[in-house]
């Protein structure tokens, strides 16, 4: 099955840009989702089709896939970014079934 | 505006099926290029993709899963249910329903606020 790998913890300063990756066999050919899930919350889509927008979703997150790796680029990191953030892409198999990535703890130091 | 809810028992045993709905608003299952997905989070753990349904009856279920789940739409109440049979307390999860918007790569917009099942005997 198709496996999608993210770093479990990254720590950022105020301010700075965090780049959180996603890993995957030729995940460039595939479109990949971004959603920020705060504790007790349901997840939200933050970036869709590798670098889309939702509405209400700030500029300071963008996205990017190429190769084996998607980023998630938060700039100016806030406090209020502080979140687990999963990775998602559709289609893995003859299945056509979805798959989400083990997630990353951003921290803001 | 989209809405979604999860309903369903918060405690089912080992062996038995479980059976959620989702009630939703704001948008027809009916029509084109719109899904209702299934997804859960077992307690601290991360999200786990289960299974998707689109207006044209075009179901998906993950693999691993596939001979447990069953999704169906009853358009008539706007609603969504999915089963899972022979529960263990591994399927301890929040459950969470989800709309989306298209069929080609699966992504989703709106998400209800998710139900917490937990298997015990």
């Known amino acids: 099955s198709y496996v999608l790998t993210q770093p479990p913890s990254l720590s950022v300063a105020p301010g700075q840009t965090a780049r959180i990756t996603c890993g995957g066999y030729?995940?460039?050919?595939?479109?990949v989702h971004w959603y920020q899930q705060k504790p007790g919350q349901a997840p939200v889509l933050v970036v869709y089709?590798?670098?889309d927008r939702p509405s209400g979703i700030p500029e300071r997150f963008s996205g990017s896939n190429s190769g084996n790796t998607a980023t998630l680029a938060i700039s100016r990191v806030e406090a209020g970014d502080e979140a687990d953030y999963y990775c998602?892409?559709?289609?893995?198999?003859?299945?056509?079934?979805?798959?989400f990535g083990g997630g990353t703890k951003l921290t803001v130091l | 505006q989209i809405t979604l809810k999860e309903s369903g028992p918060t405690l089912v045993k080992p062996t038995q099926t479980l059976t959620l709905t989702c009630t939703f608003s704001?948008?027809?299952?009916?029509?084109?290029?719109?899904?209702v997905g299934w997804i859960r989070q077992p307690p601290g753990k991360a999200l786990e993709w289960l299974a998707l349904?689109?207006?044209?009856?075009?179901?998906r279920y993950s693999p691993s899963l596939k001979s447990r789940l069953s999704i169906t739409e009853d358009t008539s109440n706007d609603q969504v249910v999915l089963t899972m049979a022979n529960m263990d307390p591994v399927d301890t999860a929040t459950y969470y329903c989800?709309?989306?918007?298209?069929?080609?790569?699966?992504?989703?917009?709106?998400w209800g606020q998710g139900t917490l099942v937990t298997v015990s005997s």
């Open positions: 989800a709309h989306s918007s298209d069929i080609l790569t699966g992504y989703f917009d709106f």
């Open positions: 704001g948008f027809s299952v009916n029509s084109s290029g719109v899904g």
């Open positions: 349904i689109y207006w044209n009856n075009y179901k």
């Open positions: 030729k995940i460039g050919i595939k479109s």
């Open positions: 089709y590798d670098t």
């Open positions: 998602q892409v559709w289609g893995v198999s003859s299945d056509h079934e979805g798959v």
